[in-house]
């Protein structure tokens, strides 16, 4: 069936829900496994946890960038094996050090966490292999890094590298990620130039690696005029740096993170007009569950109102652009004009989108918001206000709706 009958269909008993479309979600997927075929995927299950669809992108071979232990445990519901889930987050207690010791692949995010992983593994009496993150001293623009609340220092971890003596646990992996939605082929390519060549200096301190996880950064065209990444000319920059580092370490594998790239495009957020009015010649077209249910358009309305920049660095996946998201109706044959579409909740911060122009929406009509796959659903304060959540729908490949 068509997406815009499925949605029409669903909008029948339901005010406001989410749609997520395997099709598409697969397509994304494909297309980032046939560039890059020498490259191991980590889906990040933050972006979007729904369980149909980390089941979708499980099974097409990616592994589980794991950002809790919960995300531990969801992968590990999904199918996933222990030693194909990455649990990397920074400030983890004592319990999920304890949880994960032997579900998961640790990423120990600090010298003191390394300490209570070797602790732990001492207490079972067993080796374990941990890999570490890394805070490298160089950023996606500049040959230097930057303070963190991310990873160990570059400079600390060698030197930790070095010097280590327990005999609990073995490091044999490093992890990065230093920035999300970049969409330059060429900065992209050289970050992970970087990254071969830190992987390279890892290698030898630790006498061989059995990964290096570049993390994410791989972006998503958001607005309708911004440029796609050119994923197949950052993919062959990369082929020539993996051979490279392929003919020395044939061994090690190179691992790549994305959350937004396989499922931010393959979501629709779908709500339904309650209300209209006008005050003092506004119109206000009023929704049912806005920012309770999908903050990041309301956010980039907040970002616009107080600050200066179009694109304020640091601030992603809350905000990425003001034109991030289009709203889009079924509505057809009907003249246009400018509304203010605002939601159901008691904040006057509530506004999806101001002074846009739609076809002129009745209560009852449809707007359907896109980009909806990924930091939607999992990034909303749901518990605002007591609203009914929106439900989460699956439309699976065969057109089946789950
Ligand atoms: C460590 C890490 N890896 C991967 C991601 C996923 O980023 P994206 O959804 O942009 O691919 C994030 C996002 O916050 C992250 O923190």
């Not at 160089?138 to 230097?144: A, P, V, Y």
């Not at 006498?207 to 607005?223: C, F, K, P, T």
């Given at each position: 069936?068509?997406?815009?009958?499925?949605?029409?269909?669903?909008?029948?008993?339901?005010?406001?829900?989410?749609?997520?479309?395997?099709?598409?979600?697969?397509?994304?997927?494909?297309?980032?496994?046939?560039?890059?075929?020498?490259?191991?995927?980590?889906?990040?299950?933050?972006?979007?946890?729904?369980?149909?669809?980390?089941?979708?992108?499980?099974?097409?071979?990616?592994?589980?960038?794991?950002?809790?232990?919960?995300?531990?445990?969801?992968?590990?519901?999904?199918?996933?094996?222990?030693?194909?889930?990455?649990?990397s987050a920074p400030g983890k207690?004592?319990?999920?050090?304890?949880?994960?010791?032997?579900?998961?692949?640790i990423i120990a995010d600090s010298i003191d966490e390394i300490g209570r992983v070797?602790?732990?593994?001492?207490?079972?009496?067993?080796?374990?292999?941990i890999g570490i993150r890394i805070d490298p001293d160089?950023?996606?623009?500049?040959?230097?890094g930057?303070p963190s609340k991310f990873g160990i220092d570059e400079e600390q971890a060698i030197e930790f590298a070095q010097n280590c003596?327990?005999?609990?646990?073995?490091i044999?992996g490093i992890h990065v990620h230093?920035?999300?939605?970049?969409?330059?082929?060429?900065?992209?390519?050289?970050?992970?130039?970087?990254?071969?060549?830190l992987?390279?200096k890892f290698?030898?301190i630790c006498?061989?690696?059995?990964?290096?996880?570049?993390?994410?950064?791989?972006?998503?065209?958001?607005?309708?005029?911004?440029?796609?990444?050119?994923?197949?000319?950052?993919?062959?920059?990369?082929?020539?740096?993996?051979?490279?580092?392929?003919?020395?370490?044939?061994?090690?594998?190179?691992?790549?993170?994305?959350?937004?790239?396989?499922?931010?495009?393959?979501?629709?957020?779908?709500?339904?007009?309650?209300?209209?009015?006008?005050?003092?010649?506004?119109?206000?077209?009023?929704?049912?569950?806005?920012?309770?249910?999908?903050?990041?358009?309301?956010?980039?309305?907040?970002?616009?109102?107080?600050?200066?920049?179009?694109?304020?660095?640091?601030?992603?996946?809350?905000?990425?652009?003001?034109?991030?998201?289009?709203?889009?109706?079924?509505?057809?044959?009907?003249?246009?004009?400018?509304?203010?579409?605002?939601?159901?909740?008691?904040?006057?911060?509530?506004?999806?989108?101001?002074?846009?122009?739609?076809?002129?929406?009745?209560?009852?009509?449809?707007?359907?918001?896109?980009?909806?796959?990924?930091?939607?659903?999992?990034?909303?304060?749901?518990?605002?206000?007591?609203?009914?959540?929106?439900?989460?729908?699956?439309?699976?490949?065969?057109?089946?709706?789950?």
């Open positions: 069936m068509e997406l815009k009958k499925v949605i029409s269909k669903c909008a029948e008993t339901r005010d406001s829900f989410y749609l997520y479309d395997e099709k598409g979600i697969l397509e994304s997927v494909e297309n980032l496994k046939s560039n890059f075929p020498e490259t191991e995927f980590l889906y990040s299950i933050k972006c979007n946890p729904d369980p149909r669809v980390i089941r979708c992108v499980f099974g097409e071979g990616f592994g589980a960038d794991a950002a809790s232990a919960g995300e531990v445990r969801l992968a590990h519901e999904a199918g996933l094996p222990s030693e194909k889930i990455f649990y207690s004592d319990n999920d050090i304890e949880e994960t010791i032997t579900s998961s692949v070797q602790a732990a593994a001492e207490k079972r009496g067993m080796i374990i292999n160089f950023t996606f623009d500049s040959d230097k930057r003596h327990y005999s609990n646990i073995k044999t230093l920035k999300s939605q970049e969409l330059s082929a060429d900065v992209l390519a050289s970050y992970y130039k970087k990254m071969f060549r992987a390279e290698e030898k006498g061989g690696l059995e990964y290096v996880n570049m993390g994410s950064g791989i972006g998503v065209n958001y607005a309708e005029n911004e440029e796609p990444l050119n994923i197949s000319s950052l993919a062959s920059d990369f082929r020539s740096e993996f051979e490279r580092f392929r003919s020395s370490y044939p061994d090690t594998k190179v691992m790549i993170e994305t959350g937004r790239y396989a499922v931010c495009r393959s979501g629709y957020y779908v709500t339904k007009v309650m209300d209209r009015k006008v005050s003092r010649g506004k119109t206000y077209v009023l929704l049912k569950n806005t920012l309770n249910a999908f903050m990041r358009p309301s956010l980039a309305e907040l970002v616009r109102h107080y600050s200066g920049e179009s694109s304020p660095a640091g601030t992603e996946p809350l905000f990425t652009s003001e034109d991030a998201f289009q709203f889009l109706t079924l509505k057809e044959g009907v003249p246009e004009e400018t509304v203010t579409l605002a939601g159901n909740l008691c904040t006057a911060a509530d506004v999806f989108a101001a002074d846009i122009r739609m076809p002129k929406l009745e209560r009852g009509d449809i707007v359907i918001v896109t980009n909806a796959g990924s930091y939607a659903a999992a990034l909303s304060p749901m518990q605002f206000s007591s609203q009914e959540k929106p439900e989460e729908l699956f439309l699976t490949k065969d057109g089946k709706l789950q």
